[in-house]
Nanobody, 122 residues
Framework: QVQLVESGGGLVQAGVSLRLSCAAS????????MGWFRQAPGKEREFVAV???????YYADSVKGRFTISRDNAKNTVYLQMNTLKPADTAVYYC????????????????WGQGTQVTVSS
């Protein structure tokens, strides 16, 4: 069982930066591939980024070049640095533990946090 707690969301203006954190319980954090997803109002949850246990990273095209995912295994934490935020980035952001299959679909993740709201005003 893994518990995930996201933090760092808020209301910001377009163009600024924000860093989300996701703290995980358990002693085996380092073996997990960790992902970030987001869900905007009225839309399905979508893939944002993933970082593997070896540190490889993959991003959705919509955030590539603006967002950076990283991890600190000593702190059991994964981060999402979001730069040059746009109103289209407004969503609830979730971190999740990847279990099998594709990184790009939520069905491949078996543990989820409660989410943190990010609202970007124009």
């Amino acid at each position: 069982q893994v518990q995930l707690v996201e933090s760092g969301g808020g209301l910001v203006q377009a163009g600024v930066s924000l860093r989300l954190s996701c703290a995980a319980s358990g002693r085996t954090f380092g073996i997990y591939d960790m992902g970030w997803f987001r869900q905007a109002p009225g839309k399905e949850r979508e893939f944002v980024a993933v970082i593997t246990r070896s540190g490889a990273t993959y991003y959705a095209d919509s955030v590539k070049g603006r967002f950076t995912i990283s991890r600190d295994n000593a702190k059991n934490t994964v981060y999402l640095q979001m730069n040059t935020l746009k109103p289209a980035d407004t969503a609830v952001y979730y971190c999740a533990v990847h279990s099998y299959g594709s990184y790009y679909y939520e069905s491949g993740y078996n543990y989820w946090g409660q989410g943190t709201q990010v609202t970007v005003s124009s």
